[in-house]
């Protein structure tokens, strides 16, 4: 290793760590294992040595350089958002102390969680939730406040209404067909046929095949519209919306901006939701996770060694729920 990591600021000079480094953007053969710097945490920041990494289509995108806009050039490169471990340094002004479990998800543009070590700021990570694996757990953290943020902030879910959650049987779609469940919503979930005994178990009132069904010939009406898998738009399913519904898309692109921006003074609304990760988001789903009324699907663990098998799966589109890298 000749370059040092992005976060330089923080480098202590003397103690290394094995990472997953990318030196340019690529397919997932450009994912190399690293000795690197291990990173040293400021007052706001505890020291997290990672048990376990979630995967997330956004790491993809980073490692492809579709987000090189916000990524930079500047190599190598740690990518990675979702992290379990255990705290190492508890930091100055941090309530966590040395020996906690906890689980976060890295704010940063590119990320830095595919390391024996992550330094996180505070109020980025909580204690992991008691009733499951950490391997378990490390796959919560993005998509479960992705779900959240995306029906509870920006569509406002009330118990009683209609929601419809397109894309239900992946990452994202398996947290939110149940949080809004718990949001006390009517749930239709789209997914396609090889998956709907898993959604219906999650809680769905009523699940629609893709493969049979075309969403826009649909005759009900939702008060949201959970576009999780991103393949519609808000001119194509804006129709459904009762009077003052909210269509909810994941994926940036200039559409959804311009969507977002004609309808913001329109009664039904097109959002983008950008996930952050807040500890109190995440104490809130530790609570439903440990009450039981909240289930974590793990499809498949790798070794961190195996990442970029782990890359090629996501990137089929297929994926039962979450995937998640041991680091060992
Ligand atoms: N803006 C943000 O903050 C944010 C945050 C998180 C995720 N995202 C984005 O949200 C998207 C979904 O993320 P994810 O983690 O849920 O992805 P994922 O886990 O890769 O999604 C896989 C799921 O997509 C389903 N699927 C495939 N084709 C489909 C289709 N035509 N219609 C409906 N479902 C289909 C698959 O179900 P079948 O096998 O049944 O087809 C599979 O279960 C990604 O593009 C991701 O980048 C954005």
Known sequence: MSALPQYGKHLHPRETMRAIVID???????????????????????????????VNPKDVVVRKGKFKIATGNKFPLIVGHDIAGEVVDAGL??????????????????????????????????????SIELRVAAAVPLASQTALQALRDNAQVKPGQNVL???????????????????????????????????????????????KT???????????????????????????????????????????FKDVARTVVRRRRAKLVIVRS????????????DAGSLRVVVDRSFSLNDVAEAHRYMETKRARGKVVLEVG
């Open 24 to 54: 340019r953007y690529g397919g997932p053969d450009v994912l190399r294992l690293a000795t690197v710097p291990r990173p040293v945490p400021t007052r706001r920041q505890v020291l997290v040595r990672t048990r376990f990494i979630g």
């Open 93 to 130: 002004s941090c309530d966590f102390a040395e020996g906690d479990l906890v689980y976060g998800m890295i704010n940063d543009r590119a990320g830095r969680a595919y390391a024996e070590y992550a330094a996180v700021d505070c109020r980025q990570i909580a204690k992991a939730p008691s």
């Open 165 to 211: 959650i397109n894309g239900a049987s992946g990452g994202v779609g398996v947290f939110a067909v149940q949080i809004a469940k718990i949001l006390g919503a009517n749930v239709t979930a789209v997914c396609s046929h090889r998956n709907v005994e898993l959604v219906n178990e999650l809680g769905a009132d009523r699940v629609i095949d893709y493969t």
């Open 214 to 256: 075309d969403l826009v010939d649909l005759e009900e009406r939702f008060d949201a519209i959970f576009d999780v898998f991103g393949n519609y738009c808000f001119d194509q399913l804006k129709h459904l919306l009762t009077p003052r519904g909210t269509y909810v898309h994941t994926i940036p692109s200039s559409r959804i």
């Open 278 to 289: 807040r500890s109190a988001q995440l104490d809130w789903i530790r609570q439903q996770i």
